[in-house]
């Protein structure tokens, strides 16, 4: 498998020229699902803080970490625990991750957070929050600007229920330095997938390791069709695919922008317009650490075709489908 690099776009948050931008976005998700996002409003202190208090939580012993083991997708999950592509290796990703759930909203969302002792980290959740705010204020942007892309009115999301309490998920990640070898199999940081959700924003410490394949093309994997009645148009069929990675080109000068990727669900509301990439982590033999937020719409959005991108020639793939219940499956498949 051949590895080249490419130059992803920037696209600047701040700009005023909302419709150039739309135009921008969309090529970039045309093409590649992957896009640089500067000029967010995330502030780089908060940043910093950020990802300080990321690396003073993995550096605690593994039975702290335990103490807060990972359910209703809130908590830790230790070293080699998750699994995104068993076709590619049996023994688990080379990856420690905490996870983070919306900070605030209706009902129970906030409540099922789990934090760390302030005891032993005092700054860790008050930065977590801050953090996750401003995060999803600018993911907010995005997702008007997205729309705008997609020849609707840029409040689209929020008029179909989308941002209306919305589903936002902060997943801290360690990928260690010093891993050994196997002559069995490859060992994967973060074995090739796709996100599952709107779109995911990532910051990472600048070291190296993230691949996408922007050859590669989304489509429906049998293994999930009728399992739930619906054809999720969710699987990625890269266990039977050898296409070219691509080493994303650092243009951005500092760590501060966001690296930007469509997720299925988007993928799936824009009829495959827009692509959700296929990417893997690769080890590198640095310690590595990153922070991905996933923009989820609230669970009852109902998502299906947009109108703007099918026609009689090319007609909805997939059928609507309530947020909630895309998600819950997807999970199933992933860690049943």
Request: charged share 25%; net charge negative.
């Amino acid at each position: 498998m051949t590895v080249s690099t490419a130059k992803l776009p920037v696209i600047d948050l701040s700009s005023p020229d909302r419709l150039s931008t739309a135009n921008s976005i969309r090529q970039a998700c045309v093409d590649y699902g992957f896009f640089y996002l500067a000029n967010h409003g995330v502030e780089e202190e908060l940043i910093e803080m950020a990802f300080e208090e990321s690396r003073k939580f993995f550096s605690l012993p593994l039975d702290e970490k335990m103490k807060l083991p990972r359910k209703e997708h809130r908590g830790y999950s230790p070293l080699y625990a998750e699994n995104l592509d068993p076709d590619s290796s049996s023994k688990g990703d080379s990856k420690e991750a905490f996870y983070v759930g919306p900070v605030r909203g209706s009902g129970n969302k906030a409540e099922l957070n789990q934090w760390p002792s302030p005891e032993v980290l005092p700054s860790w959740r008050s930065t977590m929050e801050s953090y996750h705010g401003k995060v999803m204020s600018a993911a907010r942007r995005l997702i008007s600007l997205i729309a705008l892309a997609l020849k609707l009115d840029e409040d689209y999301f929020v008029k179909v229920g989308a941002l209306d309490d919305p589903e936002g998920f902060l997943r801290l990640l360690h990928y260690p330095g010093e891993l050994g070898s196997s002559d069995e199999e490859p060992i994967y940081g973060a074995s090739a997938h796709s996100d599952y959700g709107m779109t995911t924003l990532l910051l990472t410490d600048g070291v190296a390791g993230l691949q996408a394949c922007p050859s590669y093309r989304a489509l429906p994997d049998s293994r999930f069709v009728g399992r739930s009645g619906d054809n999720l148009g969710s699987g990625k069929m890269y266990h039977r695919y050898m296409g070219e990675f691509t080493i994303a080109k650092r243009i951005c000068a500092s760590v501060l922008c966001f690296i930007v990727n469509i997720g299925d669900m988007m993928e799936r509301w824009t009829n495959c317009l827009f692509r959700s990439t296929l990417h893997r982590v690769m080890p590198t033999g640095q310690e590595r650490y990153s922070m991905a937020f996933f923009m989820d719409p609230n669970p009852d959005c109902i998502v299906e075709c947009l109108e703007s991108c099918c026609s009689e020639s090319c007609p909805p793939r997939f059928p609507a489908i309530r947020s909630g219940d895309y998600f819950t499956e997807r999970f199933r498949l992933t860690y049943d």
